[in-house]
């Protein structure tokens, strides 16, 4: 449902969704943004988008945004 409000601005690489407590839904965007920073506004946009335009997210708010990086062969030394 997400994915589908992403546009190629958004260099969303894929979506995950977690329900740690009933009530509440974390979601996970890997983005391919080349900054820290880029990645998490893009993020709170496209969450914030995703609930506005959603039938199925009315009732649900985006409380916050965070970043985890994520190693992986992208790094470099």
Known sequence: MVRSHADRADALE???VHR???GEVT???FSLLPTL???EDSAAVLLDRA????PE???FTVLS???AL???PWWTA
């Open 70 to 72: 994520v190693p992986g």
């Open 65 to 67: 945004v965070g970043a």
């Open 20 to 22: 740690p407590d009933p």
């Open 57 to 59: 997210l009315a009732g």
């Open 27 to 29: 979601v996970g965007v």
């Open 37 to 39: 920073a880029a990645a």
């Open 14 to 16: 894929h979506v995950s």
């Open 51 to 54: 609930v506005a335009r959603s």
